[in-house]
C-alpha cells in the first residue's frame, strides 16, 4: 500500500510541478531592452551562437540583445589600465520541443588600447527560462 501512495504522490507532483511550470512559460516575457545598438547587438548574435557551438547546444539561437543600459568598464588590478568593457544580456532561442526559451548572459568586449575589439559572450547565468514562442517579439 505504502509504495502505491509514493507512486500516486510521486506522479502528483509531477503533475503539479509541470502545470505550474506550463503555467509560468505562458506567461513569461523577455526581459526589457537596454542599451541598443543594432552593429553590437549583431555581434552579440554572432557569440552568442558560437557560444552555443562551442558548447554543444541544441538550441537554435535566435537572438541576443543586450538588458543592461550601460556598459561597466573592467581594468587589470595591478596597474590600472583599462583591459574591457562588459553588458548584460540576453540569449534567445528555439528549442527542439518547439518552444522558446532564453538565457541570461554577459557580454564583454576587449579593449586594445586603441578601441575596443568584437563583442563576445563573456558567460551565461545557468537555467533556461522557457516562454511560448508568441512572446518572443
Not at 500500500?1 to 513569461?28: F, G, H, I
Not at 523577455?30 to 538550441?59: D, I
Not at 518552444?99 to 576587449?110: D, G, I, K, L, V
Request: hydrophobic residues 30%; glycine residues 8%; positive net charge.
Amino acid at each position: 500500500k505504502l509504495s502505491k501512495w509514493s507512486l500516486e504522490a510521486k506522479s502528483y507532483t509531477k503533475d503539479a510541478y509541470e502545470a505550474k511550470e506550463a503555467e509560468e512559460a505562458k506567461n513569461r516575457r523577455l526581459p526589457t531592452k537596454g542599451l541598443q545598438n543594432k552593429t553590437l547587438e549583431a555581434q552579440a548574435l554572432v557569440a552568442a551562437k558560437q557560444w552555443a557551438n562551442n558548447y554543444g547546444w541544441e538550441e537554435t539561437i535566435t537572438k541576443a540583445y543586450f538588458t543592461g543600459n550601460d556598459w561597466s568598464i573592467y581594468r587589470n588590478g595591478l596597474t590600472g589600465v583599462q583591459l574591457g568593457r562588459r553588458i548584460s544580456g540576453v540569449i534567445v532561442m528555439k528549442r527542439k520541443d518547439g518552444r522558446c526559451s532564453f538565457h541570461y548572459a554577459q557580454f564583454a568586449q576587449e579593449y586594445n588600447g586603441a578601441g575596443y575589439q568584437k563583442v563576445f559572450t563573456e558567460g551565461i547565468t545557468p537555467g533556461q527560462y522557457v516562454l511560448d514562442c508568441k512572446n518572443v517579439n
